[in-house]
Structure formats: structure tokens, C-alpha cells
């Protein structure tokens, strides 16, 4: 992604979850004129509005929103679709003359969008190899060759996802390095990230009661209603925090409580390891999260004084 002729630096919000970003952001997006670009995965998926938090349409102002709803619950997400289509967003949002506002918690995602990040080719003979390989001998065989070869990434692709599992080892094969290992922090464009920093005891605090005003909300009709749209099928929608547990609820094993105490656990769970993402990323300015609707405003107001 190249500097669009005289563009503003793109602006990221990032952090972990239910620190109030989507908040800030819309904020900000008015003050700046500028247009908001999703860089939460599990926003992409139609139909997963409750669990994700996704702002309605009513909730956004007016302020044009990109990369939401851009799967259906069966399909996979793809970081390298997502770099290419939301870097097209960005330069749409620049040739309007207005400004481009990433927000999410995706770390890997906002790498792909914002760094120089390139993906490695294919090459339809060994992926072909590969897949024969995994339908022949189990995909638990070419996890643990994946775990002697990238134990990093052996320990972040579940035994059983043969599709991933190809993968990686399709591109250890094809550039002799490894599928965990990242490019440098250098934007490929000029950016400004922000992060909503929040002690934990507050921010356990707001996800439990995010996690309740969820369920309130009817988030058990909506994984209802999305079972029935292939979910069960869907190899990374159904592992979102918030749907696996409630699809636990669905089959009996768990009751509403101990499902509303799961989902919080695993989401206090996902906040850590995003903030653990974000931390050693030296480029990041990090401001208080907002805890009230004046606090949102003395955010945005912070984030608008960093930008030329």
C-alpha cells in the first residue's frame, strides 16, 4: 500500500476488547470527517451483531462503515482478502477527501492492513500433495511434523484443521522460513495508532456486563438463527467467543448461567492475549479508556491533537 497523494495518515484504534473503541471512533469520525474501517475478524460475519457488539446501523450516525458483514458464517476469513479489500476502502475514503479511521482488535488484521505484510504464493501441486497427505494419514500426523518444523504456530492451529494445518506447512516448504514469523514494525503507509489502555479489574468489570447485557439482548436467538444459516459447518465463525459457548447452551451441556460465565471467562481471556499483541508494538500511543460518554469525547479529542 502506497501514501495516496497528499492523504492524511490513517488513524487505527486498537486495544483490547470492550474498551470502548467503537465509541471513540465515532467520535473522532465526526470530528474529522472521516469514514470507519472494521478491523474486527468476527464483524465480518452477517448476522453476528449481538455477540460481536457491532454497532446497528441506527448506532453509526450516519458515518459510513466498511468491512462489516462481508461473510457468511460458513466461510473463512482471509487476512490477505481482508489487506487487499480494506486497502481499497482506504483509498476510496482518500479520493473523497476525508479521513480513514481503522478500529478493531485483530492484531494480526491491522498488521496485514497497515505493515509492509506480504503473503507468500501457492503452489497447487504441494498444497495437492499436502491435502492428499492430510486425507491419507490424519491431520494429527502433519500437526505434530507442523509442531517439530513451527512450534509457535503448531500451538496456535488446532490439530483437527486440516485446511491450516496444509497451509502452513505449504509455506514453510515454499519460502524456508516459518509460518508464525512476521515482517518488521514499518507501515506501508503513513498511520497513527492509538490504544485504549484499561486496567483489568475495570475492563473485567465492563465485560461482564457486556456479556450480560448480550445475553439480554437475545444473543441466544441469534446463534439460534444462525445455526440454521450453516454455522455448525462454518470452521471460524462457530469458534467465536460468544457463539461457541451458546452453541454448548444450544446442545444442553451448559445452563444460562454457567454459558454467561464461560463467555466471560473466555472474553477476559481474549482481552489479555489482544493487549499482550498490542504492548510491544513501540509505534503505539496509548490513552486511558473511556469510562463515560465525557471520557469518550476527551478521547477523541486526545487522538484529533495527534493528527496533522
Do not use: C
Request: charged share 25%; hydrophobic share 45%.
Amino acid at each position: 500500500m502506497s501514501a495516496d497523494e497528499g492523504a492524511p495518515p490513517i488513524i487505527a484504534i486498537v486495544g483490547a476488547t470492550a474498551t470502548g473503541k467503537s465509541a471513540v471512533a465515532l467520535d473522532l469520525a465526526d470530528r474529522l470527517d472521516g469514514e470507519i474501517v472494521n478491523a474486527d475478524s468476527m464483524q465480518f460475519y452477517r448476522g453476528m451483531d449481538i455477540g460481536t457488539a457491532k454497532l446497528s446501523v441506527a448506532e453509526r450516525r450516519g458515518i459510513p462503515h466498511h468491512q462489516l458483514d462481508t461473510l457468511g458464517v460458513r466461510e473463512d476469513a482471509s487476512v490477505a482478502r481482508y489487506q487487499a479489500q480494506a486497502r481499497a476502502d482506504i483509498a476510496a475514503i482518500h479520493a473523497r477527501g476525508r479521513r480513514a479511521i481503522v478500529v478493531g482488535g485483530s492484531g494480526l488484521y491491522l498488521r496485514a492492513l497497515l505493515d509492509r505484510f506480504e503473503f507468500p504464493g501457492t503452489d497447487p501441486a504441494l498444497r495437492a500433495a499436502l491435502e492428499e497427505r492430510a486425507r491419507v494419514e490424519g491431520p494429527g500426523m502433519l500437526h505434530r511434523e507442523l509442531a517439530a518444523l513451527d512450534p509457535e504456530a503448531a500451538a496456535k492451529i488446532p490439530a483437527q484443521n486440516a485446511k491450516r494445518i496444509v497451509r502452513a506447512l505449504e509455506i514453510i516448504e515454499l519460502t524456508g522460513g516459518t509460518r508464525s514469523s512476521l515482517p518488521r514494525h514499518e507501515y506501508a503507509a503513513p498511520a497513527i495508532q492509538v490504544g485504549l489502555a484499561s486496567q483489568y479489574g475495570p475492563l473485567d468489570e465492563r465485560i461482564e456486563a457486556r456479556v450480560t447485557h448480550m445475553w439480554d439482548a437475545g444473543l441466544v436467538d441469534e446463534v439460534t438463527t444462525l445455526v440454521g444459516e450453516g454455522l455448525r459447518e462454518g470452521v471460524t465463525a462457530r469458534r467465536a467467543v460468544g457463539y461457541a459457548e451458546t452453541l454448548r447452551h444450544l446442545d444442553g451441556e451448559l445452563d444460562a448461567a454457567a454459558t454467561q460465565a464461560l463467555i466471560a471467562q473466555h472474553t477476559r481471556r481474549l482481552a489479555r492475549k489482544q493487549a499482550q499483541w498490542f504492548r510491544p508494538d513501540a509505534r503505539v500511543h496509548w490513552i486511558d479508556a473511556p469510562r463515560d460518554a465525557g471520557d469518550v469525547a476527551r478521547a477523541a479529542s486526545a487522538i484529533a491533537a495527534l493528527t496533522p
